[in-house]
């Protein structure tokens, strides 16, 4: 395997967005090929018993087993680390495998977390009910107030966890803010950036130590595999994750690496394409529905935070009907729009947080979060905007909005 000659980090490095999701990490191998290779293999075979012995010593460069790397993968994670910024990246078999391996690899018991409010369910499952089982105290803020990380903070403090945009209540956090806080008192923090991909926001332009995303939503963008990853400085990549995760296995297969690399390279164009789709939906939705939570919108209390945050809308927000009965009518009267809790795709989809991604969620911690029960959360496509509005105009009419 080889880079093509002048493909160096160096040189790399140095390249803009655009070049890095279409050649950043790029290997090839004897053959030449333009696209990247897909390799299928769980291991690697030696010249000879030295060889494998050095590999496994460090002393040798050379991949020994698809747990801990394989070129496909390694690949997606150099592509993945160019674009955020990261000096490195490990991807997991999904977002949640993720998360945890980001917050598991570098806590231990005695130690204190604090996490945001809104957040994914399974994120805050994590923080209420996994993190806590082996000894790690939790401390939920509504993470829009950065005084509230601050306030939080104990002697034992290692990390700050949260999302933005959060899911499904849109909250913004202020990066800026919340990571100096945290560099203050020695806290890491880790930053579920899944919303807004690299592509729209680079939460280590602010500060942040440690991005994590579910690499499921806009970065395979078409609804095909699952996967994660984890970004952060070589030292923490390294010296603090690779020894949790090479140990545990939460390995991305090669397949879903290709397919993802694959998806990044349109990630940019899909994106933009998207925000504006999801732009011109908000704005017919802000007249007919009691309540909507998107920050792109001019009218949303954290509008300037956000546009100093993120380069554009983003494809998801949520909006809120008159309770459960009203936000199920409004479901099942769409003929475009596809009932379904996936995010990030390209075809448009809609979701009853209360019932589905936050069922998990107690009905108190639910409110705690603002995931009400009439809230329902829009991935907008790339389908025509006009055909979508049109779906939407007349399943709020049959649902009596
Ligand atoms: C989907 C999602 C996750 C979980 O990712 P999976 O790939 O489904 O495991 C985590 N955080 C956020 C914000 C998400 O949207």
């Not at 899911?167 to 560099?183: F, G, Q, R, S, Y």
């Not at 923490?236 to 991305?252: A, H, K, Q, S, Y």
């Given at each position: 395997?080889?880079?093509?000659?002048?493909?160096?980090?160096?040189?790399?490095?140095?390249?803009?967005?655009?070049?890095?999701?279409?050649?950043?990490?790029?290997?090839?191998?004897?053959?030449?090929?333009?696209?990247?290779?897909?390799?299928?293999?769980?291991?690697?075979?030696?010249?000879?018993?030295?060889?494998?012995?050095?590999?496994?010593?460090?002393?040798?460069?050379?991949?020994?087993?698809?747990?801990?790397?394989?070129?496909?993968?390694?690949?997606?994670?150099?592509?993945?680390?160019?674009?955020?910024?990261?000096?490195?990246?490990?991807?997991?078999?999904?977002?949640?495998?993720?998360?945890?391996?980001?917050l598991l690899c570098q806590l231990q018991q005695g130690d204190h977390?604090?996490?945001?409010?809104?957040?994914?369910?399974?994120?805050?499952?994590?923080?209420?009910?996994?993190l806590?089982?082996f000894g790690i105290?939790?401390?939920?803020?509504?993470?829009?107030?950065?005084?509230?990380?601050?306030?939080?903070?104990?002697?034992n403090?290692k990390v700050?966890?949260?999302?933005?945009?959060?899911?499904?209540?849109?909250?913004?956090?202020?990066?800026?803010?919340?990571?100096?806080?945290?560099?203050?008192?020695?806290?890491?923090?880790?930053?579920?950036?899944?919303?807004?991909?690299?592509?729209?926001?680079?939460?280590?332009?602010?500060?942040?130590?440690?991005?994590?995303?579910?690499?499921?939503?806009?970065?395979?963008?078409?609804?095909?595999?699952?996967?994660?990853?984890?970004?952060?400085?070589?030292?923490?990549?390294?010296?603090?994750?690779?020894?949790?995760?090479?140990?545990?296995?939460?390995?991305?297969?090669?397949?879903?690496?290709?397919?993802?690399?694959?998806?990044?390279?349109?990630?940019?164009?899909?994106?933009?394409?998207?925000?504006?789709?999801?732009?011109?939906?908000?704005?017919?939705?802000?007249?007919?529905?009691?309540?909507?939570?998107?920050?792109?919108?001019?009218?949303?209390?954290?509008?300037?935070?956000?546009?100093?945050?993120?380069?554009?809308?983003?494809?998801?927000?949520?909006?809120?009907?008159?309770?459960?009965?009203?936000?199920?009518?409004?479901?099942?009267?769409?003929?475009?729009?596809?009932?379904?809790?996936?995010?990030?795709?390209?075809?448009?989809?809609?979701?009853?947080?209360?019932?589905?991604?936050?069922?998990?969620?107690?009905?108190?911690?639910?409110?705690?979060?603002?995931?009400?029960?009439?809230?329902?959360?829009?991935?907008?496509?790339?389908?025509?905007?006009?055909?979508?509005?049109?779906?939407?105009?007349?399943?709020?009419?049959?649902?009596?909005?």
């Amino acid at each position: 395997m080889k880079r093509r000659t002048g493909q160096d980090r160096s040189v790399t490095r140095n390249w803009k967005p655009a070049t890095q999701a279409i050649r950043g990490g790029t290997m090839r191998s004897e053959f030449g090929e333009t696209s990247e290779a897909l390799f299928l293999t769980s291991g690697y075979a030696y010249d000879c018993a030295g060889d494998a012995a050095a590999r496994f010593a460090g002393e040798q460069q050379g991949m020994t087993y698809s747990r801990l790397q394989n070129p496909t993968v390694q690949m997606l994670e150099e592509r993945i680390a160019l674009l955020e910024g990261a000096e490195a990246c490990r991807t997991m078999a999904t977002g949640m495998a993720a998360m945890t391996a980001a917050l598991l690899c570098q806590l231990q018991q005695g130690d204190h977390l604090v996490g945001g409010r809104a957040a994914f369910g399974s994120c805050r499952w994590l923080t209420d009910t996994l993190l806590p089982k082996f000894g790690i105290e939790t401390t939920i803020v509504d993470a829009r107030d950065p005084q509230q990380f601050e306030d939080a903070i104990r002697s034992n403090t290692k990390v700050f966890f949260f999302e933005t945009p959060a899911n499904p209540t849109m909250d913004v956090v202020d990066l800026e803010a919340v990571c100096a806080i945290a560099k203050r008192h020695g806290i890491t923090t880790v930053v579920d950036n899944a919303f807004a991909t690299p592509a729209l926001q680079r939460p280590m332009e602010f500060g942040a130590d440690v991005v994590a995303y579910s690499a499921t939503k806009m970065m395979d963008g078409q609804g095909r595999v699952l996967a994660g990853a984890v970004a952060g400085s070589e030292d923490f990549i390294n010296n603090v994750l690779l020894p949790f995760t090479r140990n545990t296995g939460p390995t991305l297969s090669p397949f879903n690496a290709w397919v993802v690399l694959k998806g990044i390279e349109t990630l940019d164009l899909r994106i933009r394409r998207q925000s504006a789709n999801a732009l011109q939906v908000g704005r017919f939705l802000e007249g007919r529905v009691p309540r909507i939570n998107f920050p792109a919108l001019p009218s949303h209390k954290q509008h300037n935070l956000f546009t100093r945050q993120m380069d554009d809308a983003g494809p998801i927000f949520s909006f809120e009907v008159e309770g459960r009965s009203q936000a199920h009518a409004l479901l099942d009267a769409l003929e475009l729009i596809d009932i379904s809790n996936n995010i990030g795709d390209s075809r448009s989809l809609m979701t009853h947080p209360s019932s589905t991604t936050h069922y998990g969620v107690s009905e108190e911690k639910r409110i705690e979060m603002g995931v009400t029960e009439g809230m329902l959360r829009l991935n907008v496509g790339l389908e025509d905007p006009e055909d979508l509005i049109m779906d939407l105009d007349q399943a709020l009419g049959r649902a009596g909005l």
